[in-house]
């Protein structure tokens, strides 16, 4: 389906970068009791929370199943490997084509469609992805908290807010920063140079050991480095990952203490790289000439990447007959690819025939009844089809298992939009509203969804009265932080 449409704006963080593991005795790194200290665990996961509900409510994060499973598999692969994880991570997407990524309280690491567009190899993605992980692992931001909280020009709230907005946006943010705080606010926006080392000499054993080339966590180093050289202003990456030439040298020398190995990309890395490329980058017809020479320069090899990425440019721009046949040979290589799947969803919605990817997704559902890629085009051909009760059920079912899913949510209460079930609407809706810390608008919704309830349904008056009150009290909670 053609999520792009559904692009949530939101706000966050960025931090560093880097990979996985070493063949000897490298020293552990101090875990951060003092930062245990300064900010507890529970309470770091609760502020982590509230800046997702910020990131979510402010800045363009991504909504788009296959390329959300594609990186949260391959974060947790490197989470898998990692040490030290006190809580489950999540990762998330922001539309943006600068090369960024980003970790902040709480597990959350964001990375950029522009990281992924111009990554030369999932080696480099991962070593990026790894050295945020790093960051989280060793509490970095929590050690920054502490050693803060004796300065009287700072507040906790403040300094979440100037991370948010510096660590989404670096460029942007910290031009705010210099203008209105002091230096002592724009120094919390940057990891230290010791905590840099720290997440590249951990990242590195956690990219090695997850299977990745360790090298190449060098060779993306090197590749920003020279961007400085012909750029006025530095990759946005750089504004909060300082790159003094030491770094680069350290990093790649590090590299060279692990075992030689070859890693060869994944279909996945290349089909995301690709629908990055067609749906998130420039415009369909553009993509789609750019396509069309590298499949005319690439005869050679596997072209599946491109030819799906050019098969998606053209069902961006309805030229459905020039698509199918495209899409048909890589379904017939790969008859449960994910991405191709969801594609196939598209291109017969885009035809106004939603019944076919109905009943073509079906037999998949039920062999992957969990799978949020699977359901949710099954759910969202459900809802152009008119078919609202099965759309319901598969995404009630479904918020069992991911009941924070926020594309899930929308759905459903489309769902229930389409159903005229008035009541529903607006309890759904407030949920969505919940989800970006809008409780205030939240708890209006409920109030609309109970002008709907009947006198006699005096479990629903109560259930909705209660949860009036909860938004009411969570609008005060967060107003305290």
Known sequence: MLFKRMLLCCVMLSTTFIPAQAKSNFELPDLGTSALQALPLEKERAIGEVMMMQVRGTSPVVDDPVLNEYLSTLGNTLVSHAND???PFSFFLINNPEINAFAFYGGHVGVHTGLIAQADNESQLASVIGHEIAHVTQRHLARRLQQQQDNSGLTIAGMIAGLLATLVSPDAGLAIISGTQTQSALSQLTHSRGAEQEADRIGMRTLYDAGFDPKESGEFLTKLSAQLRYKQKPPVFLLTHPLPQSRVSDVRLRA??????QYTDSLSFQLAKARIIARYGSDSEHAENEFRKLLKHNS????SALRYGLALTLIDQKKYKEAKPLLDDLLDASPDNLFYLDTLTDYYVGLGQP?????YLAPFHQLRPNNQVVTLNYAHAAIEAKQYDLAKDLL?????????HFLAKQLLTDTYKQQDDKAAYHEANADLMAQVG???????????????????????????????AQYRAMQKELARM
């Not at 060279?256 to 190995?261: A, C, V």
């Not at 050679?300 to 072209?303: I, K, P, Q, R, V």
């Not at 019944?355 to 009943?359: D, G, I, L, R, S």
């Not at 939240?442 to 479990?459: C, G, H, S, Y």
């Open 85 to 87: 994880v006190r809580f």
């Open 256 to 261: 060279q203490q692990y075992e030689s190995r």
């Open 300 to 303: 050679f090899g596997d072209t």
């Open 355 to 359: 019944q076919k990817a109905v009943e």
């Open 396 to 404: 009630r079912s479904f918020a069992l298992e991911k009941p924070d």
């Open 438 to 468: 809008a409780y205030m608008k939240a708890a209006d919704e409920v109030q609309k969804a109970l002008n709907f309830i009947e006198p006699d349904e005096a479990i629903k008056q109560k259930r909705l009265k209660a949860l009036l």
